[in-house]
């Protein structure tokens, strides 16, 4: 049985050469990566089972660059804060839902919005957070108009969260942002999915696929660096938070973000989980930490002010 993983093993080196040898075949090779990468996820969108003291409200907004968004609020009978939640790539508002319950026992509102080319949302590309900056500006906005006067914070996931770090000054309207399993920078993150997550022969591709992403997508990869754009939030309390088996966001990713903004963040390090599982793994730990981090800079700030 040896036999035949050798051999895969070795067609899957050996491969790309030819192709690269052609001209037409490495670009058209490397065009649909960079498709493969950034493709609409179109995920039907399913009512959620949730406890039946919670109420769920469809939402919908429309980004500066005249993208419309659908989403939801789910809020329990008095809500005393509102808490947005941003999705990871190739997710949806769904995959958010089951921190629902918890947040509304603790008191909050939970929005959730699909992201641009994410479940009923509009758009046709992903770009990993970059654009969908746009998206997190245009929710923050709808909070503050929708919500005025009340606590609000401001939950990102992978994709989500480098949303969030793009935002820069939209953000900077939240009272706390806890930003999970954020990568590094977007080269970094890419080089690191080669041969976990992406197939090894990728690399033979990497610099066209690179190139014709930043045409597709209107922007230069090296810009879309959360490390270089952490800072914009250093007026918000932020809470890092990642796992310890995340080969995307490593914990010393986290620890070098949190270093870029020492006077308003913190950082934690869930045991045993990787780059999708950090609430799921994370159990009593997780809900602590965010907790403490949300009542802290929430409402004992607001006690403190009044």
């Given at each position: 049985?040896?036999?035949?993983s ?10 790309p ?7 037409v075949?490495?670009?058209?090779v ?9 493709h ?28 419309r968004?659908h ?8 809500p ?14 769904l ?21 641009r080319a ?7 590309l ?12 245009a ?7 929708r ?6 914070a ?13 935002a820069?000054?939209?953000?900077r ?17 890419f ?29 230069r990869?090296?810009d ?9 939030l250093?007026s918000?309390?932020?809470?890092l ?11 010393e990713d ?29 159990g ?8 403490d ?11 403190h002010?009044?």
């Amino acid at each position: 049985m040896a036999a035949p993983s050798r051999y895969a093993n070795w067609f899957h080196e050996i491969w790309p050469v030819p192709t690269i040898a052609t001209g037409v075949g490495y670009v058209a090779v490397a065009y649909t990566i960079s498709h493969w990468l950034t493709h609409r996820t179109a995920i039907p969108i399913t009512l959620p089972s949730l406890p039946h003291d919670l109420k769920l409200e469809s939402l919908e907004t429309t980004t500066d660059d005249k993208v419309r968004l659908h989403g939801w609020c789910i809020e329990p009978l008095n809500p005393r804060a509102t808490i947005v939640l941003h999705h990871g790539m190739r997710e949806c508002r769904l995959h958010m839902v089951d921190r629902v319950p918890w947040l509304a026992q603790l008191g909050f509102r939970c929005v959730i919005f699909d992201h641009r080319a994410h479940g009923e949302s509009e758009g046709h590309l992903t770009s990993f957070g970059w654009h969908e900056r746009n998206d997190a500006l245009a929710i923050a906005r709808f909070v503050v108009q929708r919500w005025p006067g009340q606590p609000r914070a401001a939950l990102g996931r992978s994709m989500g969260a480098a949303a969030l770090c793009y935002a820069g000054e939209a953000a900077r309207s939240y009272d706390a942002i806890v930003l999970e399993n954020l990568y590094l920078d977007l080269a970094m993150a890419f080089d690191s999915r080669i041969g976990c997550g992406y197939p090894g022969w990728v690399r033979y591709f990497r610099h066209a696929v690179v190139w014709i992403t930043e045409k597709r997508l209107g922007m230069r990869i090296r810009d879309a660096a959360p490390i270089a754009r952490i800072a914009d939030l250093a007026s918000t309390p932020v809470l890092l938070l990642t796992g310890s088996e995340d080969l995307h966001a490593t914990p010393e990713d986290a620890e070098r973000l949190a270093a870029q903004i020492p006077n308003s963040s913190q950082f934690a390090v869930i045991a045993g989980a990787g780059h999708d599982d950090v609430f799921s793994r994370g159990g009593e730990t997780y809900q602590r930490l965010v907790m403490d981090f949300l009542e802290r800079n929430l409402f004992n700030a607001m006690s403190h002010a009044a």
